[in-house]
């Protein structure tokens, strides 16, 4: 349930904010947001968002669910802990970004492609080809940076998501699709 209401919050915001970030990405290029494409092609690197979204949700909820029950089940006190929450929230997350960071640089590479990449850069296979070609670290480039914003991320919305959906009126509702809700719901807020 968690792993669905994951999977469609991701896509329902990453689908249409896409464009923005693609902005993002080239004004923050050395080439600047004219030299790196302008306003053109704006949902360039939009199929590895994509590609990444099933794997990576599954990680993050399978882990954080796993590491969530083991530390209840371990440790007196950790059922409903903020402290419980942070942490499966941040083993899920370091997870993740196995996936997340090397589908986030092919994203990057294909929003804003370097000069040399003569057009190649702007496909799929064309951006994993240039950078694999530079070795396999290229893809976790970035790696520690964002590793360290989603731990700080994780230690604050795991325990406001958990929160929320304990004070949410229809939070006991045995129907999985009703927790369904409650759960995309509270995550959207959190």
């Known amino acids: 349930?968690?792993?669905?209401?994951?999977?469609?919050?991701?896509?329902?915001?990453?689908?249409?904010?896409?464009?923005?970030?693609?902005?993002?990405?080239?004004?923050?290029?050395?080439?600047?947001?004219?030299?790196?494409?302008?306003?053109?092609?704006?949902w360039g690197g939009l199929s590895p968002v994509l590609l990444r979204s099933l794997p990576c949700s599954a990680i993050f909820f399978a882990t954080y669910d796993r590491a969530r029950r083991g530390l209840e089940r371990e440790l007196p006190g950790a059922r409903?802990?903020?402290?419980?929450?942070?942490?499966?929230?941040?083993?899920?997350?370091?997870?993740?970004?196995?996936?997340?960071?090397?589908?986030?640089?092919?994203?990057?590479?294909?929003?804003?492609?370097?000069?040399?990449?003569?057009?190649?850069?702007?496909?799929?296979?064309?951006?994993v080809l240039r950078l694999g070609a530079g070795g396999f670290g290229n893809f976790y480039t970035g790696f520690r940076a964002t590793l360290g914003r989603e731990l700080a991320f994780a230690a604050v919305q795991m325990p406001l998501f958990e929160q929320l959906k304990r004070w949410h009126p229809l939070h006991i509702d045995a129907c999985d699709s009703t927790r369904g809700m409650v759960g995309a719901f509270c995550g959207g807020a959190a």
Not at 29 to 42: I, P
Not at 99 to 111: A, F, G, I, N
């Open 80 to 127: 409903g802990a903020v402290w419980c929450d942070a942490t499966a929230g941040a083993t899920a997350n370091l997870a993740a970004c196995v996936v997340r960071v090397p589908c986030e640089v092919v994203k990057q590479r294909m929003q804003a492609p370097a000069a040399s990449a003569c057009g190649v850069g702007r496909t799929l296979t064309g951006t």
């Open 1 to 42: 349930t968690n792993f669905a209401a994951g999977l469609v919050a991701g896509i329902a915001v990453d689908v249409p904010l896409h464009p923005l970030d693609t902005v993002k990405t080239r004004l923050q290029t050395q080439e600047g947001l004219r030299r790196s494409g302008g306003l053109r092609g704006l």
